[in-house]
Nanobody, 119 residues
Framework: QVQLVESGGGLVQPGGSLRLSCAAS????????MVWYRQAPGKQRGLVAA???????VYANSVKGRFTISRDNAKNTVYLQMNTVKPEDTAVYYC?????????????WGQGTQVTVSS
């Protein structure tokens, strides 16, 4: 089973930028869809962005125009470029992959990477 490890989180000021990485232990070609989810304290985990094997993307309304998801198949890595971040973007960010965008097709969740937006 391909393992996914998130990295790149940290403390960033409002309006700043951050790039998250999701490195796979094997080929991400096996995933038709790669996703980034996030979970803030006291809230449910929710979709942030998704990218299909064909390159189509989906974004949560709250991040449209600010975040960009991309995948580098040669490096078996998926990225989330976060620009113009806001305090409400503070959360633990998780990546996953599956045969579709349905959570039922995803593998186990990893530990995620913490993003804190604060001045």
């Amino acid at each position: 089973q391909v393992q996914l490890v998130e990295s790149g989180g940290g403390l960033v000021q409002p309006g700043g930028s951050l790039r998250l990485s999701c490195a796979a232990s094997g080929s991400i070609f096996s995933f038709n869809a790669m996703v980034w989810y996030r979970q803030a304290p006291g809230k449910q985990r929710g979709l942030v962005a998704a990218i299909t094997s064909g390159g189509s993307t989906v974004y949560a309304n709250s991040v449209k125009g600010r975040f960009t998801i991309s995948r580098d198949n040669a490096k078996n890595t998926v990225y989330l470029q976060m620009n113009t971040v806001k305090p409400e973007d503070t959360a633990v960010y998780y990546c996953n992959g599956g045969s579709s965008l349905l959570p039922s097709s995803f593998g186990p969740w990893g530990q995620g990477t913490q993003v804190t937006v604060s001045s």
